[in-house]
């Protein structure tokens, strides 16, 4: 069968398929087309668009519908936020829903002030991030040295934040001293 009877794109027979011809008016008229239909050529192939060839109607239809759906462009994955263990050092889960103190369910919550998360941090290398609480009866009662070993769900597991937290906290005491 001559070339001039098969689709450009598929090289099925167009003789009793529904098909349209690739005229210089159809290349005027589809620029896009014309330009997305060479983009999907697994081969560099010479189309003329003198009239003599054509394109079948289903190979139309997919260029046409590529045409207006160009594929969505996927988000970058984020990275995985990435956890580290220092040794000897431990902290309070990053959560206010409660005391931060073994079994306690005192709903009068307190954040921990920057002095004695410094303090904790220095002496008990232990690390109380933004989120924890402690409850009023516990920040009265509890001594520093039964504080971190009472911490309900001690975690030894830190993040590039916690370590700026950490560092924060210290820089806050710093500024409060030059301004005493
Ligand atoms: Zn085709
Ligand atoms: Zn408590």
């Known amino acids: 069968m001559a070339e001039v009877n098969r689709c450009v794109i598929c090289v099925r027979s167009v003789l009793r398929r529904r098909h349209h011809v690739l005229s210089l008016e159809f290349l005027e008229s589809h620029r896009d087309f014309v330009e997305y239909m060479f983009g999907t050529l697994q081969q560099q ?3 003329i668009f003198d009239g003599s060839r054509s394109i ?3 190979c139309w239809q997919r260029i ?5 759906h ?3 462009q996927e988000a ?3 990275p995985p936020t990435e956890t580290f263990c220092v040794s000897g050092l431990t902290r ?3 959560t206010s829903r409660r005391c931060m103190i073994d079994d306690c369910n005192n709903l009068e919550l307190r954040s921990v002030s920057g002095t004695i998360k410094a303090y904790l941090l220095s002496y008990y290398r232990f690390y109380i991030p933004p989120l924890a609480r402690i409850c009023q009866h516990h920040l009265r009662t509890m001594t520093w040295e039964d504080f971190s070993q009472n911490v309900t769900q001690r975690q030894d597991s830190f993040n590039g934040g916690n370590i700026h937290d950490m560092l924060d906290i210290y820089t806050q005491l710093l500024e409060r001293k030059k301004t005493a």
């Open 45 to 47: 192939q010479e189309i």
């Open 56 to 58: 079948c109607h289903p």
């Open 64 to 68: 046409d519908y590529g045409l207006r």
């Open 70 to 72: 160009p594929p969505e």
């Open 76 to 78: 970058p994955p984020m």
């Open 92 to 94: 309070a889960a990053n």
